[in-house]
C-alpha cells in the first residue's frame, strides 16, 4: 500500500481575527507514504536540509501519536515534499500534523472524529486557525473553550491571495513573546468590531470595506518590529490596488486580498524588501475548499 496525502498551506488571522480566522490555500506539501519494517523520512524542497529526518520529524511525531491513540505500531517510510516555507506564517507546521494524523488513519483503516483529530493536533499546535483550514479547506472561523466550535463559510470566489513571502524565518514562539499580556478595552472593542465588519463585508461582497476590517491592534503593532518597513509593504499594495493587507498568521509573510492587479500588488510590496536588500517573492492563490486529502500514487 502506498499512498500520498495532500495538506494545503493557510492564511491565519487576516487582521483582527486572531487565533479565530482562517484560510486554506492552493499551495500544498505532499506526503508520500507506505507501510515498513522501520521509519524513514526523506525531505525534498522547502526545509530539505533544516528539518529532522528522524523520530523529532514533526510529521512522524504526529503519526505516531496518532497510532498510539488507536492502540497501533506500524513504521512508515515517507517522503516529503514540501512547497511551503518554513516559519512564514503559512501553516507550514499544521500541513505536518494533519498529513501524520491522515495517513495514520490511512494505514490502520480507521476513522477519527473530528473532535479526535484536533485532540491529537492540539497536542503539537494548540490553534485552530491554521489546522481547521489545512483539515477542513476553507473560510473558517474557529473558536475554543476547551471544546472547540467552528463554522466554515463561503469565500468569494472574485477574490485571490496574493502571498508575499520574504526570506525572513519567524517562528511562532518568537512572534508570539512580543505580544502583551492584556490589552485595554478600547482595542479589545477595537477588534471585535473588526472581525464583524470583515465577515459581513466578505458576505456582502463589498470589498471596499476590507481595508478598514483587517486593521488590528492585537498582534500586527506588536510583531510589524519583526519585519522591516511593515507599514511601507502595507501602504504599497494598497496603492497597488489591493483591498486587504494584513500580516499572515505569525508572519513573516505578508498577504492581500484583491480582484484584480495581482502582480502589480505582488510586484509593489517586493519591491520594498528589495530596497532593504531582503530577497522575496510573491505568490497569487485560490482558496482551496477541499482540504486535506488521499490519493492513490
Known sequence: MKFKVSVPASTSNLGPGFDALGLALTLYNEFIIEPSDFYSVEIEGEGANELPKDEKNLFLRAYRSTMEYLGLNQPIKVKLINRIPLGRGLGSSATAIVGGILAAEKISGKELSLPEVIDV????????????????????????????????????????????????????????????????????????????????????????????????????????????????????????????????????????????????????????????GIESKYIVLDVDKEGARIEKV
Not at 466554515?152 to 511562532?172: M, R
Open 121 to 276: 493536533a492540539f497536542k503539537f499546535e494548540p490553534h485552530p486557525d491554521n489546522v481547521l483550514p489545512a483539515y477542513t479547506g476553507g473560510f473558517v472561523v474557529a473558536a475554543t473553550n476547551g471544546d472547540l466550535s467552528y463554522v466554515k463559510l463561503d469565500f468569494p470566489e472574485e477574490l485571490k491571495v496574493i502571498i508575499v513571502v520574504p526570506e525572513l524565518f519567524l517562528s511562532t514562539e518568537e512572534s508570539r513573546s512580543v505580544l502583551p499580556n492584556s490589552y485595554t478595552k478600547e482595542d479589545v472593542i477595537f477588534n471585535i468590531q473588526r472581525v464583524a465588519l470583515f465577515l459581513g463585508a466578505l458576505q456582502k461582497k463589498d470589498f471596499g470595506l476590507l481595508k478598514e476590517a483587517v486593521k488590528d491592534r492585537i498582534h500586527q503593532p506588536y510583531r510589524c518590529d519583526l519585519i522591516p518597513s511593515f507599514w511601507e509593504i502595507l501602504s504599497e499594495g494598497y496603492k497597488a490596488g489591493a483591498y486587504a493587507v494584513y500580516l499572515s498568521g505569525a508572519g513573516s509573510c505578508i498577504g492581500a486580498l484583491a480582484d484584480k492587479n495581482f502582480d502589480e500588488i505582488g510586484k509593489a510590496m517586493c519591491n520594498v524588501f528589495d530596497a532593504l
